[in-house]
């Protein structure tokens, strides 16, 4: 059975910095492209970014250009975010996904798998 489960988020100050860890697990997304997505409650899920499965393109939503950045970990099985220049504008539930293909999107429907979300709080 696929899991991913998100870890690593909770509150900071404006300014500050956090790194979001997901670990993919039942099977390898290695060549799957895989990414992050925010919520906020009584909002649509909003892209954050995404990489691709196999070169690691990797794209990021305007709004965290810059100041986030997407990478997997040495196994492949591991995607991180990390996030700096926090705003209280990034507060929203955090959530992983991946792909059954190779191309990275900005589109949840495009995404097979999901995990069950990490609170990030921002304060000002």
């Known amino acids: 059975q696929v899991q991913l489960v998100e870890s690593g988020g909770g509150l900071v100050q404006a300014g500050g910095s956090l790194r979001l860890s997901c670990a993919a697990s039942?099977?390898?997304?290695?060549?799957?492209?895989m990414g992050w997505f925010r919520q906020v409650q009584g909002k649509e899920r909003e892209f954050v970014t995404a990489i691709n499965g196999i070169f690691s393109n990797t794209r990021y939503a305007d709004s965290v250009k810059g100041r986030f950045t997407i990478s997997r970990g040495d196994a492949k099985n591991t995607l991180y975010l990390q996030m700096n220049m926090l705003k209280p504008e990034d507060t929203a539930v955090y959530y992983c996904?991946?792909?059954?293909?190779?191309?990275?999107?900005?589109?949840?429907?495009?995404?097979?798998?999901w995990g069950q979300g990490t609170q990030v709080t921002v304060s000002s």
């Open positions: 996904a991946a792909r059954r293909l190779a191309t990275a999107t900005a589109e949840a429907e495009d995404y097979n798998y």
């Open positions: 039942g099977r390898t997304f290695s060549n799957n492209a």
